[in-house]
């Protein structure tokens, strides 16, 4: 794109309010991409202004053009020296508190003891109340906020509740998201079984059926709970738990609920190997894609959440034996959670095969705190090691997934880039802290010395909801201390669900021991 030109008309604008926002770097939708392809996609422009009219964007200028096109707006905002970039999309965006701060740092036998105790499975409790749970929610979505996110599939534990999520939980979320300005795709979670510790260590999955049913049948109201709502913000999905936990039945039943009202589905599946492969092979002998295929949900709105354990992965068969061919044939995505993965040890068998194959990746955070820019980072790391070759980082393959991967993912092309016509969904990550160190590529920059807190500005559907790196009209401080005496609660009901407790006695200080010994 040569000085001075630009992107797109301004015709629409003048039927409507309009912002230009101005930058110094802005990464722009490339005119002469390949319609529909995940890279490259992008182009770097300096000195930028990208034109908002509505809930659009109308045009993307630079040079006089761009002077021209913030003359004629109706308010312009100064970004600076940032980076403006399409709002990042997470789809394994962690709407929770203590996920991983509290379980990634043990033994697989101390580690066993935070699942839930076979007793406590025949009656497990609420820990939180229902104004608890909402704080909790509102704290983990104004978190994905904070760090660049605009764009959230949302995920939190069920290791807390009764058995998995509610149509409630979620209409809250749903109301919470759409107050923040939050672009939502929203599901409670079902389940029929859940892992638990047995009192003399081994492992297997307590089942109840009943519930999971119930799990179901609120998941299929919120559905249509949603289509009530008729917020722009807020779109309904199927989210079953990890496949080795929802029957085959239930499995059927949520692949033909999707194709009935055409939504999106997210399950968890090929992230375990004793845990899912294992169990999946001895009770119900198949795969996790074989599970996934004869149930009928194994189809281009399928988003596989980690994707790691296929056949390519060395503790699999280390070798193709048509896993990724098959994703791709049945357009499904794969949801890709690198610093998760790098904080339970396990990893995704170079990207670089998944993308050669045609399969989608997006990215997910799947951690606190939910930052794709550090996830962005651990990628190209390892993808460096994995390839043993610096110039395999995949830096902007990465940057795609986070953007493009996830639009198209959620068949929302309108999503994941600038460029006229597209959704005003937009994040400027600031490059002006003398932290940040000199200017090169501001990508590179950013990737080796931000992180998604850099996170100054952003805009979804042309309203901004973080503005000099605050939530407008947010108490943050007081939220602040909210979610930490929700932690309280939270960290203290471990040890009744603990499987030793009875034996060994437990505690959360036992179950939980500081780094270094607390002095006097």
Known sequence: MSEGSIVGADAEAAATRTVALRASHVIAADPAAVPGSQHPGFVELRDAVVLVAGDRIAAVATGERGATLAARADEVIELGESLLMPGLIDLEGLVDIDHLLLDSWWSPEHEARLEWSEDYARQPREVLSAAERSTLRRYGLVQLLLHGVTTAMTIATELHGAWAETHDDLLDTAHTASELGLRVFLGPSYRSGVHITRADGSHGIHWDAAKGEAAFAGAARFLDTVEELADPLVTGVLVPCRVETVTDE?????????????????????????????????????????????????????????????????????????????????????????????????????????????????????????????????????????????????????????????????????LGRIEPGAQADLVAFSLADLRMGVIDDPIRTLTLAGTGRDAHFSMVAGRVVLRDSAIPGLDMAALRRAGQLVFERLRAAYPERDALAPVAGSSASELFPPVFPRGE
């Open 250 to 414: 239930l499995l059927r039943r949520t692949a033909e609920l999707s194709a009935a009202r055409d939504v999106l589905v997210r399950v968890h599946a090929t992230q375990g190997l004793e845990s899912e492969r294992g169990i999946l092979a001895r009770e119900r002998g198949t795969t996790p894609l074989g599970l996934l295929e004869r149930t009928g949900l194994l189809n281009e709105r399928l988003i596989l959440a980690h994707g790691v354990y296929l056949d390519v992965h060395p503790e699999v068969h280390g070798e193709d034996r048509g896993d990724l061919a098959t994703l791709a044939a049945a357009g499904a995505s794969i949801v890709h959670c690198p610093v998760t993965n790098a904080r339970y040890a396990f990893w995704l068998d170079r990207l670089s095969q998944y993308l050669d194959a045609g399969v989608n990746i997006a990215l997910g955070s799947d951690s606190f705190p939910p930052d794709l820019i550090r996830a962005i980072d651990t990628g190209v790391q390892l993808s460096k090691a994995q390839h043993g070759d610096l110039g395999r980082g995949m830096l902007a393959e990465y940057v795609s997934a986070a953007t493009l991967g996830g639009a198209a993912a959620l068949r929302r092309p309108d």
